[in-house]
């Protein structure tokens, strides 16, 4: 018989959100892990609110949408809050009832901007991975490191010249941009500057290649299970990625037994790799013997673990590819570097977040 193809109508619904949610949905156990995270970051929550004024949007309900977007690729606020107007699926993982209102999607950033006085991206990060499920799961004595250009949200039209004076400026042609023309130019971050994002900086990821206004994101990754057990966004340079390997690996370096950092050639530095031995760190770098000699002898490369290291360490670019591609971290939304660092550490909770199901029903 066919059915027909009228809207039913019914003026009441007997099936609340949990109902409508599957019981094996995988955002069941990702739920049910970040609520213990938000749980522990409660008193930091309350530090960030005063006791005076109207309510505001709960942290732990606005966290959870950044979830929700960073989950399902959604491009801006506006586009969130629209899914959470119609999507049931999305209404149950935030906490709004059905018949709850959606917030406006400028008073969304806004609280959202809040959260940057805690450092709240990174002490979520912290509080997934300090769950005693979780930390059975990660090596405390094997990590690998690297990092990745994240495109800035600037133009390079904005990158001009720090004395106004200099440069060709262009004249403008109706309603349209400012015409631009580059040819000639030579333009360089000490002498230009981008007047959109004044944060980021002019970089070439390698000779011959495009340059781009960006900065630099950075992930340390624990070898056993592949999670990100810190990562950083910093101005990009020569000397940026070494930095925050050492800013990133010291705090797990300080124990008796001598732990390994896996990384690629961009690594093998002779201060860098003294610097790890002095913090009892095993350089378990790749070789650059490109016209130079490597700072990695025979000390290091005979010993299998270093093979290991190599094969494995490669896995940091699956964290990389997900949070550019799904995290929607290629080119970025947001100006300045704070904000961006926050999204960039954000996401890696969120990756982390996504691998852990399969990792803990493994385990089980």
Not at 5 to 29: A, I, M, Q, T, W
Not at 84 to 113: C, I, M, Q, T, Y
Not at 121 to 137: E, G, I, T
Not at 306 to 329: D, L, V
Request: glycine content about 8%.
């Amino acid at each position: 018989m066919r059915g027909s193809d009228k809207r039913s109508g019914e003026l009441f619904s007997y099936v609340n959100l949990e109902g409508r949610v599957r019981r094996d949905h995988p955002l069941r156990s990702i739920r049910e892990i970040a609520n213990a995270a938000l749980a522990d970051l409660s008193g930091d929550f309350a530090a960030l609110y005063s006791g005076m004024g109207g309510p505001s949007i709960a942290p732990e309900m606005l966290l959870r949408a950044m979830l929700l977007q960073a989950f399902y690729s959604v491009r801006s606020e506006r586009q969130l809050m629209e899914r959470l107007e119609f999507d049931l699926l999305f209404r149950w993982f935030v906490g709004l009832g059905v018949d709850a209102p959606v917030w406006n999607h400028s008073v969304f950033s806004k609280n959202r901007d809040r959260l940057l006085d805690g450092e709240i991206a990174a002490k979520f990060l912290a509080a997934v991975l300090a769950q005693p499920r979780v930390k059975k799961l990660l090596s405390t004595e094997h990590f690998s490191v690297d990092g990745t250009l994240i495109e800035a949200w600037a133009s390079l039209k904005s990158f001009k010249p720090k004395d106004p004076g200099e440069g060709n400026a262009g004249e403008a042609g109706g309603s349209r941009n400012v015409e631009a023309d580059f040819k000639g130019q030579k333009r360089s971050n000490e002498t230009h500057r981008s007047t959109t994002d004044p944060d980021a900086m002019l970089y070439r990821k390698g000779p011959g290649m495009e340059a781009k206004l960006c900065f630099i994101g950075h992930g340390l990754m624990e070898n056993r299970s592949g999670l990100l057990v810190d990562s950083r966004l910093t101005r990009v340079s020569g000397h940026a990625e070494r930095l925050a390997a050492l800013d990133m690996i010291q705090a797990f370096a300080d124990r008796p037994v001598a732990i390994t950092l896996g990384a690629d050639k961009g690594y093998d530095a002779a201060d860098f790799v003294e610097e790890l031995r002095t913090l009892n760190v095993r350089p378990h770098v790749a070789q650059n013997t490109n016209g130079r000699r490597s700072a990695i002898d025979k000390r290091t490369t005979r010993h299998p673990g270093y093979a290991a290291s190599q094969r494995i360490r490669k896995r940091i670019e699956e964290t990389f590819g997900w949070t550019k591609t799904i995290a929607g971290m290629r080119k970025t939304k947001l100006r300045g570097l704070p904000k961006v660092d926050w999204a960039f550490t954000f996401a890696a909770a969120a990756y982390n977040l996504i691998r852990l199901p399969k990792l803990l029903a493994a385990t089980s």
